[in-house]
């Protein structure tokens, strides 16, 4: 060692530094790539990432690889660190107290902290390079990585676990949430909510946004003719149920422009009518929204009854009530919800008790609760557990709300104000 000279042994230290920077920041780089993102570069031909992606199939050899390494380049420039100490300040005790502190602070600052920072705030950039040298260093050293990876694996085994074993890291719902929501301007807003309510479908069902049976509107057979002829020319719904007397007797759904080349040719009466009628769809109460997307898909259908466990018909959901979840409105009208919601001059709403809660949120862009009742009335009636009296005021999820007038089992209407809203809980004022 006494004939090298001292710039070959610290050209020699400065190599086995940058060296070991490369162990630690390529080990650091790669544990933390984000496992999607490099499925994706992956399938689109880049080569790093591909590399980087067969490494990570079997993490025990990676880290054998990149320990094996790191701890025999560290070793090297621990006796190399102080044979150069000696060879500067003699051999005394102080020289290996010295070359110690050196050592401690080369491999924390020059090996660890600062590469695997780096490596930390942009994996890519040092993954995929990094990847081109590991590969061909395990084949060539996979003998040793083997026999201790082995003797590494055998020990973890004792605790059920097996380097097999690498699952695949799925995303939860809310983590799917959180990732939507933190995708920035990188997607527009409209397109986080859009996908944020498909995952929303299955936490409602069809009950909560059909038709009540009171509200459906059909067409009755047993009625006058002309009445008839009146309703098809006027419809403002494309499919109408067609039934005799009410709708339990309902025998099909109409498409309005499959009658009215009837109408037009003179043809139009009861028999040639009843051809054009498609059987009625019906659908359990209960079932998430979700599923009967796809059940619509599948059946080839835009309408259908939902009924409860007695067949009883409870309602009428549409593709479009279903799409309008996903979506929002089709127009942002308050109009669009006919004469439920009443605007007043001084910024309150007058509105039906009957109106939906999810429609009216839709809508209004309120945050009414709707995990309980499915109406304005029946959710407050939930809360006073009694028919209010008009006048009676509360507040109502924290919106001042008044009853304005009542029947003798239901609040008829209320006098909502927006404007005037407070978090927390519905207490009576």
């Not at 094996?68 to 044979?83: E, K, M, P, Q, R």
């Amino acid at each position: 060692m006494e004939d090298i000279p001292l710039s070959a042994l610290f050209g020699a230290l400065a190599f086995l530094i940058v060296l070991s920077a490369f162990f630690s920041a390529a080990e650091i780089s790669l544990m933390t790539l984000d496992r999607y993102r490099l499925r994706h570069l992956a399938k689109t031909g880049n080569q790093g990432a591909r590399r980087a992606q067969f490494l990570l199939k079997r993490p025990d050899r990676l880290i054998g690889v990149i320990l094996l390494g790191s701890n025999f380049i560290n070793a090297l420039l621990s006796t190399l660190t102080t044979v150069t100490a000696i060879r500067l300040l003699g051999e005394q005790e102080s020289t290996i107290v010295i070359a110690t502190i050196v050592i401690a602070l080369i491999v924390l600052i020059f090996t660890d902290l600062a590469p695997k920072t780096l490596a930390a705030l942009h994996p890519e950039r040092i993954a995929f390079p990094s990847a081109f040298v590991l590969g061909p260093l395990l084949k060539l050293i996979y003998p040793l990585v083997w026999m201790v990876n082995g003797m590494a694996n055998s020990l973890l085994k004792l605790f059920g676990v097996s380097p097999k074993d690498t699952a695949t890291r799925t995303l939860g719902s809310e983590e799917i949430r959180t990732v939507i929501n933190e995708a920035g301007a990188m997607m527009p807003r409209s397109h986080q909510k859009m996908l944020l309510s498909i995952m929303d479908l299955e936490k409602a069902t069809v009950e909560d946004i059909m038709v009540p049976r009171n509200d459906i509107v059909g067409m009755d057979l047993n009625g006058e003719w002309d009445d008839i002829v009146r309703q098809l020319t006027t419809s403002q719904h494309t499919r109408l149920p067609v039934y005799r007397d009410h709708i339990d007797q309902i025998i099909g759904f109409l498409h309005v422009r499959n009658a009215l080349p009837l109408l037009a040719k003179g043809e139009f009466d009861e028999p040639a009518l009843l051809q054009v009628i498609k059987e009625p769809y019906f659908i359990p109460e209960g079932t998430p929204l979700n599923k009967q997307l796809l059940n619509f898909q599948q059946q080839k259908r835009r309408v259908a009854l939902v009924v409860d466990e007695y067949g009883d018909i409870q309602g009428l959901v549409t593709l479009e009530d279903i799409l309008e979840e996903i979506v929002g409105e089709f127009t942002t009208d308050i109009s669009a919800i006919g004469k439920e919601v009443h605007p007043l001059k001084d910024g309150t709403y007058l509105v039906d008790g009957s109106a939906n809660i999810r429609v009216l949120n839709r809508i209004m862009h309120w945050d009414l609760p709707t995990d309980g009742p499915k109406t304005l009335n029946g959710l407050i009636l939930e809360y006073l557990e009694t028919i209010p009296e008009p006048g009676t005021s509360l507040m109502l999820a924290g919106y001042p709300v008044e009853i304005v007038q009542t029947t003798g089992n239901a609040v008829k209407t209320i006098k909502i104000n927006p404007g005037l809203k407070r978090p927390g809980l519905a207490e009576e004022f």
